[in-house]
């Protein structure tokens, strides 16, 4: 690889230690870094998912994101709140806003409400090197906010984002550049430990004989673009450190879908209730879609089993022949996969995305689907009344039900408590 050719730019990447635990905690008037706290879903439910568990906590208990509220032991030093989603997203806001006082906010990349890029080539006479500029905003978000961060520095969006992840999260700050590919970057395994690397994309490589990043990275690049396509060619370049995305471009190009995952308030066993809650999603998922203007050909389910069932599920696409982001289309699509797949166990978590996009002007009408006009315009008129009125103005009937989730989570923020 010809790293003379690759853009060198200074793109500091920075995410927010704990973000939801130390907001809580400095919100309590407790130090974020040496406090065991965490935030959950519903401090009402024992199965509630844990959201955020601050530094100590992960530490000293071993209680991360992704556990229960039940396998939190009962320790008078361990505290535990509601997630408090106006706040924290009012904090992420405040710290995007200071961000502001470093770089123009074109160069600023708003990637979670908890993670950051920027672009910082140009400022050097302003704050000094990268590693200066990111000390300081290290500083200035503590002093002002108490809140820790972590900052990783690369030569581009990837490299930055894989500093962070592997390095600055231990130490702070840290700095990576193309030379440091082959000594930091190739020995890393399991592969899913590399940003857009999933399990079951990891599993995919792991049978063709690849399980480090350098393995990926000496594989025939043509053979992995017969195996998994354009991402592909992204999995090959992502392994020698290339990445040519702008700021404000999504990261991954190819790789925009639309989707959403719910953990279900309780276990479901009945199929009924589970197409219900499918149909729910699915229409959310359309909305997301039409919101962006776009129409996908692959729709992917996956079902998620109850620790009943000793866990596990599927999750399986299927491609259509004409871009959709009409929801009765999609939905069944989800039902002919439901039961090809499904045989019948308790289901606690549902998964349903969109990809394979376009902008949704390219649909085309075939003979097959010429009412396809009228329910494409359907949706956009339903969008339009939810966008004026609220998003539970205008829900389908399976709401009301008692499988219906829709109704419920119309009064969260962001999936959590307000």
Known sequence: MNYDEMPKRTILCMDMKSFYAS?????????????????????????????????????????????????????KNIIVVNAQMAYFLERSMEITKMLHRYVPPESIHTYSVDESFLQADGTERLWGSAQELAERIRRDIWREFGLPCAIGIGPNMLMSKLCLDLEAKKKGV???GYEDVEKKLWPLSPLSQMWGIGSRVERTLNRMGIVTVGDLAHYPLELLEKKFGIMGNQL??????????????????????????????????????????????????????????????????????????????FHRSKSIDQPSNITMELYEVCLELLQTFYRGETVRKI????????????TQLTLFSLDHPKKRKIGYVMDDIRQKYGSNSLLRAVSYTKGGTALYRSRLLGGHKA
Not at 54 to 74: H, M, Q, V, Y
């Open 174 to 176: 840290a700095q990576w």
């Open 236 to 313: 090959y370049h992502h392994a020698w450190g290339i990445d040519l995305s702008e700021i404000g471009a999504p990261i991954m190009q190819g790789q925009v879908s639309y989707g959403k995952s719910q953990i279900l308030l309780r276990d479901y066993t009945d199929i009924t209730e589970i197409k219900h809650v499918i149909l729910e999603m699915c229409e959310e998922v359309a909305r997301r879609a039409r919101r962006a203007r776009k129409a996908g050909r692959t729709i992917s389910f996956g079902l998620g089993y109850s620790k009943d069932e000793g866990g596990g599920g």
């Open 351 to 362: 998964s349903i995305a969109l990809s394979n996009v376009c902008e949704d002007t390219e």
């Open 23 to 75: 907001c809580a905690a400095v919100r309590l008037g407790l130090n974020p870094l040496t406090c065991h706290l965490a935030v959950v879903g519903d401090t009402e439910r024992q199965g509630s998912v844990v959201l955020a568990a601050s530094p100590r906590l992960k530490a000293d208990f071993g209680i991360r994101t992704g556990n229960r509220l039940f396998e939190i032991p009962k320790n």
